[in-house]
């Protein structure tokens, strides 16, 4: 098959151009294997396989995957994409940036709060068009969902950029997440446009059937849909043998919907690393164990 727009020559089944991006129909593409037959009450987690895509105003691509994530957003003059703090990687000279607690003041204590910068990004491309890339702080891969009309809830530490139409408000995640060390808030994000959201290590997508149930370890937890329900609780029966088993708080998921699990732990990385840190009570030494 052909680009209509290009007419660069292109695998079948391919939804947008390699080479200017356009978004190609639909008609006569086969539904994706990953989806299981069945599968409904949810519009799922739409990833475009090539990493590539457009939305209203800019082009994006995410490249190096998995370990080493970049995204790419080539944005049209006079538009804007919002990121959080401390997330860009490099800009056209061109692209203006500006920071601001978006919210005001109480949004910036919440999302303070969630483990999020008070601050919020904005990257506009002003006279002509502009380039921002992005890249998390830890090794890792990034996905670039593409939200139609969707909500969904985001790890507080995995939220990277997203269109500045949508709506990305910080909600209380309840009590017993402050004990699963993951804080008390996750992020909500609504509304149609591109979302990046980030992992260390690579991304694993499960998609759940109606009444499905599925257990995930907090620290693995990226993102996942608004229709799936989800409770906190301890990983075994009794503390005793939750404690043994070497696992905290796990949440527990109800279909339909997907999940995003990240298959690398932070904090069970601090863990390890943690012994070959200085001593703060010694001479000043490292500590290679014993």
């Given at each position: 098959?052909?680009?209509?727009?290009?007419?660069?020559?292109?695998?079948?089944?391919?939804?947008?151009?390699?080479?200017?991006?356009?978004?190609l129909g639909t008609a006569g593409v086969p539904p994706s294997p990953r989806q299981p037959s069945g599968y409904s009450g949810?519009?799922?987690?739409?990833?475009?396989?090539?990493?590539?895509?457009?939305?209203?105003?800019?082009?994006?691509?995410?490249?190096?995957?998995?370990?080493?994530?970049?995204?790419v957003i080539k944005l049209q003059a006079e538009q804007s994409i919002q990121a959080e703090a401390g997330a860009m990687v490099?800009?056209?000279?061109?692209?203006?940036?500006?920071?601001?607690?978006?919210?005001?003041?109480?949004?910036?204590?919440?999302?303070?709060?969630?483990?999020?910068?008070?601050?919020?990004?904005?990257?506009?491309?002003?006279?002509?068009?502009?380039?921002?890339?992005?890249?998390?702080?830890?090794?890792?891969?990034?996905?670039?969902?593409?939200?139609?009309?969707?909500?969904?809830?985001?790890?507080?530490?995995?939220?990277?950029?997203?269109?500045?139409?949508?709506?990305?408000?910080?909600?209380?995640?309840?009590?017993?997440?402050?004990?699963?060390?993951?804080?008390?808030?996750?992020?909500?994000?609504?509304?149609?446009?591109?979302?990046?959201?980030?992992?260390?290590?690579?991304?694993?997508?499960?998609?759940?059937?109606?009444?499905?149930?599925?257990?995930?370890?907090?620290?693995?937890?990226?993102?996942?849909?608004?229709?799936?329900?989800?409770?906190?609780?301890?990983?075994?029966?009794?503390?005793?043998?939750?404690?043994?088993?070497?696992?905290?708080?796990?949440?527990?998921?109800?279909?339909?919907?997907?999940?995003?699990?990240?298959?690398?732990?932070?904090?069970?990385?601090?863990?390890?690393?943690?012994?070959?840190?200085?001593?703060?009570?010694?001479?000043?030494?490292?500590?290679?164990?014993?």
């Amino acid at each position: 098959m052909n680009c209509p727009k290009c007419g660069t020559h292109l695998a079948e089944g391919s939804s947008f151009c390699s080479a200017c991006g356009n978004r190609l129909g639909t008609a006569g593409v086969p539904p994706s294997p990953r989806q299981p037959s069945g599968y409904s009450g949810a519009h799922g987690i739409h990833i475009d396989e090539d990493s590539r895509g457009q939305g209203s105003g800019y082009n994006y691509e995410v490249l190096h995957q998995p370990s080493f994530s970049l995204a790419v957003i080539k944005l049209q003059a006079e538009q804007s994409i919002q990121a959080e703090a401390g997330a860009m990687v490099s800009m056209s000279a061109n692209v203006e940036l500006q920071s601001q607690m978006k919210g005001g003041l109480f949004g910036a204590i919440k999302r303070a709060a969630g483990g999020e910068s008070a601050f919020v990004s904005t990257f506009t491309a002003r006279g002509g068009p502009g380039e921002v890339t992005f890249a998390p702080g830890a090794p890792g891969d990034i996905a670039a969902i593409e939200l139609s009309n969707q909500t969904f809830f985001v790890q507080s530490t995995s939220y990277l950029a997203g269109d500045a139409s949508l709506t990305v408000d910080t909600k209380w995640g309840g009590a017993k997440s402050f004990f699963g060390g993951e804080g008390l808030f996750v992020l909500l994000v609504q509304g149609q446009g591109l979302l990046l959201v980030s992992s260390f290590g690579a991304i694993h997508r499960k998609r759940l059937q109606g009444g499905e149930r599925y257990v995930v370890d907090t620290g693995h937890l990226v993102a996942w849909e608004g229709t799936t329900q989800y409770t906190l609780r301890k990983a075994a029966a009794g503390f005793f043998r939750s404690v043994m088993s070497g696992e905290g708080i796990v949440a527990e998921f109800t279909g339909p919907g997907e999940l995003l699990i990240q298959t690398r732990n932070l904090a069970a990385l601090a863990g390890l690393l943690k012994p070959f840190f200085p001593s703060q009570s010694g001479g000043g030494g490292f500590s290679l164990g014993s």
